[in-house]
């Protein structure tokens, strides 16, 4: 049983476009995370989310925007696709803010491709 | 400005050998340390943490040593085995949940 899931897996479209990834954690986790991983292979903090309020938000374009319905699910939409958003984007959880420490469960990442 | 570093893109080492994965930070302000195993079309795996306030930490064949004056730590794993091949981040704690991670090293541990 998948302990961080998240769908599509691989997503090819077309720039401009509007697209949505979901996650779900079934880990019983307060905290959830969304990680970007560029071309470069770094591993970047998007937004994290403690029982569905927003905690972190780095510098990421208002284009994308995160939801998170319950704490055991956090989605990423994003607007208006850029050929620069193609990535593969990772969503993780943890049992609170503090426990980072303790290691983040990941995703298995979902490959954006924009055409 | 990246704050957490992994200067060796790659690493080969036979098997049996000793593996040693290397990590420098800038800031001295992190409280945790970890290193984390990622294979091929897979997320991240959590290997080991270290705290700020620690000098090692040991875990079977992996153990993170930590030098604080030197901003640096390193993974050790011992013995090398082929099923550790992987890329290996090293990541760093800033609190509120935030991990910064390194660039990875790809290990390789050749039969």
């Known amino acids: 049983d998948t302990a961080v899931s998240q769908t599509p897996k691989y997503l090819v479209t077309q720039m401009g476009n509007d697209k949505s990834i979901k996650c779900e954690q079934n880990?019983?986790?307060?905290?959830m995370y969304w990680y970007k991983q560029d071309s470069k292979k770094f591993l970047k903090i998007m937004f994290s989310y403690n029982n569905k309020e927003l905690i972190i938000n780095e510098t990421v374009p208002n284009r994308f925007s995160p939801k998170s319905p319950d704490k055991a699910h956090l989605n990423l939409h994003i607007n208006s696709l850029e050929l620069g958003d193609s990535a593969v984007y990772f969503c993780?959880?943890?049992?609170?803010?503090?426990?980072?420490?303790?290691?983040?469960?990941f995703g298995s990442g979902t490959r954006l491709t924009v055409v | 400005d990246q704050q957490v570093k992994q200067n060796s893109p790659s690493l080969s080492v036979q098997e049996g050998r000793i593996s040693i994965l290397n990590c420098d930070y800038t800031n001295s302000m992190f409280d945790y340390f970890l290193w984390y195993k990622k294979y091929p079309a897979e997320g991240p795996t959590f290997l080991i943490s270290?705290?700020?306030?620690?000098d090692k930490n040991e875990d079977g064949r992996f153990t993170v040593f930590l030098n604080k004056s030197a901003k640096h730590l390193s993974l050790h794993i011992v013995p090398s085995q082929p099923g550790d091949s992987a890329v290996y981040f090293c990541?760093?704690?800033?609190?509120?949940?935030?991990?910064?991670f390194g660039q990875g090293t790809e290990l390789s541990v050749k039969p």
């Open positions: 270290i705290s700020s306030i620690k």
């Open positions: 990541a760093a704690s800033q609190g509120g949940g935030k991990l910064i």
């Open positions: 880990l019983g986790h307060d905290t």
């Open positions: 993780a959880s943890s049992q609170s803010i503090r426990g980072a420490r303790y290691g983040y469960t």
